[in-house]
């Protein structure tokens, strides 16, 4: 008798996650490598959209279900040893990393840049790169364990949501 009263209360509790969840993560983000696009999600609807530049080919930028585990401002550019903040700097002002490929965050992410001609385009090592004003507008809203979709698709980001139910 019980362990039915426990059950029901488990079952019934305001706390118990039923109704609307979201399985993508509230906040999330979708990167749809086809289109150059990334996608703020928030309560399970598309907020805001903005035009990305990706991988100089399809493997570059791996695909898949990630989490935000490291974000910086005026990060530091390791492999050509250049400070945070220099204008020089290909990752611009912010870096939010994602733990593709077991790299925690240090090796894949989203970021700035100090070449806005290249947003929209299939240029980068794998990373995904946004106009400086839009990554300082997504980094206030992401918090480290927001997860990320990165995938490549003609279907509208709606229609991948939908896909996601």
């Known amino acids: 008798m019980v362990n039915l009263s426990i059950a029901f209360l488990l079952l019934f ?6 109704g609307n969840t979201h399985k993508l993560g509230d906040p999330y983000v979708i990167v749809n490598k086809a289109a150059n696009r990334l996608a703020y999600i928030e309560e399970g609807k598309v907020k805001e959209v903005y035009k990305v530049a990706t991988g100089r080919s399809k493997e570059l930028t791996p695909e898949g279900d990630f989490t935000i585990t490291v974000k910086a401002v ?6 050509k040893d250049i400070p945070g903040g220099d204008k020089t700097n290909p990752l611009g002002t912010r870096w939010i ?66 896909s996601q139910e």
């Not at 509790?13 to 039923?18: E, G, H, R, T």
Request: charged share 25%; proline share 5%; glycine share 8%.
């Open 97 to 162: 990393g994602f733990d593709a490929q077991n790299t925690d965050g240090r090796t894949f992410g989203i970021h700035g840049n100090n070449n806005p001609s290249a947003i929209g385009r299939f240029v980068t090592a794998g990373c995904i790169r946004m106009y400086e004003k839009d990554v300082q507008k997504l980094y206030t809203k992401i918090k480290i364990g927001t997860k990320i979709k990165v995938i490549h698709s003609q279907n509208s980001f709606e229609e991948i949501l939908r």
């Open 13 to 18: 509790s305001p706390i118990w996650p039923l």
């Open 74 to 79: 005026d990060p530091y550019y390791r492999k």
